[in-house]
């Protein structure tokens, strides 16, 4: 069970990358990756947005929408308004809470509820079949892959703000050759784990 | 408080006008969709077993989907299954089929999947599925060993090796040890 | 007049992908082959075009602290129907798409479309738009599945077309091809057009 958990982890991070390799959480990547600090801010963010909404989205599913035999035709309205309400409802919490954290990790929270990646792990898990624990596992595994691509990107773009970019490829032309390369990268974890 | 109340109604009745078209839409959908499965259904049973007249269920208490084929005399011809597993992006489910007298497979066809389109979704054709074609029941449905994975799908090659493995031996055991 | 210049400024001067940088998520991942590229582009555009219309129809009717709510339950709806109805005549087209048919709710694309616009203006207008930015959704990406299935698997839509003697250079129809092909598709376009890429709300 652990093992089978930590294969979920890893999977999500390394081998599956959400961002590298399935294409979940693009938009974000490519505009919020210029500095370090305000990438790692996102990714935390991020991050806590996805384990929650991993667990919102899988009791839904199982004591709402599949008892009922909703889920073919209500699934995808149920699950964005959890997410969005969700989100609502973490940035007040955090305002109320803690004003510091909100000026760091709030301001990113409204961008998260359309970020594919949250929508995608809860579709993914789904599919999958994962139970409560896989898919509070799968969410925090996607989330730490998101901050780890998103970070990585936002060290190299800082490092290339000083290099001499051709006209055309400044802003989203060079930070996407580059993340083709870290895709290339990732691609090396592909045989990591035997799933 | 009465805003929250008023906002709360309007969002509750936006859902419910939501919830409503997709039940209609749904239900205008839903049997074409059903017809739809079991076309398919039909349609991949006669491909995995090629030469039969018609087929029927073999019920068995492992829940497994299994048919015989009947040729045109109504003796059995092969055997059919359905095998379901978990692939790269989600459930693979394969109609497999077998023909008993060589102990053979004879290939399978995809019901459904998830893979990645012009990657894991290349467990599709041919080229990776003519290698499952007239393997004996008993090798060893190993990547590298007997099967060579699609380029750049290894995890959805694997998934479908594992599960053809897994699946056969399951079929064994439910149809009856020794046949 | 006003209403060609809402139908035509989807198509190139605010395009979508090329221009606005949205509906990043499934530009990339879809458009390993044309014909992907094209169904996705197709149905993306069918949601937006019917979410304009309906977001206009009742924008006066939803309350201003819950529009964002109450259009994300429309959008959801739209896609859901699309869902649907390709899966019921068009089930090889949604065993493609698979999971990205869903993503679609989350395409900034259409949320920004919305909000920016058809909040703002007529039905005719935000049909228009619509029409605009998803058949220049719809070109981008069938643009770019054409050139990541030519060098990634020697064919166009299917029909081979680079002869026997091409080895595909299967890193196109792989996640690295897809950035890679936007990256210089983007650089070809920021040089030959005088307007640069301003990117969308959403990816800020």
Redesign the interface.
Known sequence: MLKDLLLIFIGAVLVNNFVLSRFLGICPFLGVSKKVDVALSMGIATTFVLTLSAAATWLIQSFILEPYGLSRFLQYVSFVLVIASLVQMIEMFIKKTSPNLYNSLGIFLPLITTNCAILGLALLSVNKSYNLAQSIVFGVGAGIGFTLAIVIMAGIREEIEKADIPEGLKGAGITLLTAGILSISFLGFSGLISM | MGKSV??IV??AI??LL??G???S??SF??P??EE?ALQ?QQNSIFEVLPGIESYREFKNDENMIIFEGLDSRGDIAGLAYVAEG?G????IRLMVGLDLDSKKINGYKVL???E????G?RIDEEAFKQQFSEKSLTDSFKLKEDVTAV??A??SS??ITDLMKKSVDEVIKIYGGGK | MRAWKELIKGLWSENPVFRMLMGMCPTLAVTNAAVNGLAMGLATAFVLICSNIIVSLVKRLIPEEIRIPGYIIIIATFVTIADLILAAYFPDIQKVLGLFIPLIVVNCIILGRAEGFASKNNVLYSALDAIGMGIGFTWALTLLGIIREILGMGSIFGIPVMGAGFTEWVIFVLPPGAFITLGILLWIINSISKNKTVEGDCCH
């Open positions: 008023k906002l309007a969002l936006i859902s939501s919830g078209v997709l039940a839409v749904y959908t839903s074409k969709m739809v398919n978990a790269f992006q989600g459930k459904e999947h998830q990645t389109p012009g990657l979704a380029t750049g290894t995890i694997k998934a």
